[in-house]
């Protein structure tokens, strides 16, 4: 056990790293650690992984800690949140590289002529969804935010209550001498005198 704290202390992410198999080498170490009983509460694991993460993420670290609640963070939503960051940071990289390549392309032909323009504009794009993991069912597909099993897994009892009618009648206009009220219920088909 003293070793794998020891582990546990020591990680730190690789450069040019995933945040995926950051991720599961840091849970690795953990599982191992709490299958020796070990308490390895999520806070303590989302602690690590953002205090070891390489420099290049050091901005989205800053982010995370000023606008989530570190300790009801799960590892989940860690996760998520860079993986984003990471894709993110990959298409800046591409494009930066495209970019790079297209200028020297327009500094050899003169910069002459109509190059093909992709315009600008905010979203996801297009992405191939078939390698993208849910992390609430673990499906491919769709994110977590997406996912259809989550109204169909909560956790609470829908309690329905029939709301009892009361009706109370009295007419003025006969001169009986009789008191009598009349209740319905909605519990028969007819009412008793």
Known sequence: L????????????????????YFSRVMSVAS???????????????????????NRFNYIVCSIEES???DSLS??????????HEQKFHKKHEEE????V?????????????????GRGRGRGRQNRATIECFKCHKLGHYKYECPYWDKEV????????E?????????HDVQTTNAWFLDSGCSNHVWK
């Open 32 to 54: 191992e650690m709490r299958t020796y009983g070990e308490q390895m509460h999520d806070v303590i694991i989302v602690e690590k992984i953002l205090r070891s993460l390489t």
């Open 97 to 100: 590289q495209a970019l790079k």
């Open 164 to 172: 009892l009618l009361l009706m109370a009648f009295e007419d003025l």
């Open 68 to 70: 989530k609640d570190i």
């Open 102 to 118: 297209s200028s020297k392309e327009r500094n050899d032909n003169g910069g002459r002529g109509r190059g093909s323009y992709r």
């Open 75 to 84: 590892i989940d939503e860690l996760q998520s949140s860079l993986i984003v």
């Open 155 to 162: 956790n609470y009892v829908a309690f329905n209550e029939e």
């Open 2 to 21: 003293q070793g794998l704290r020891k582990e546990f202390e020591i990680l730190e992410m690789k450069s040019g790293e995933s945040i995926t198999d």
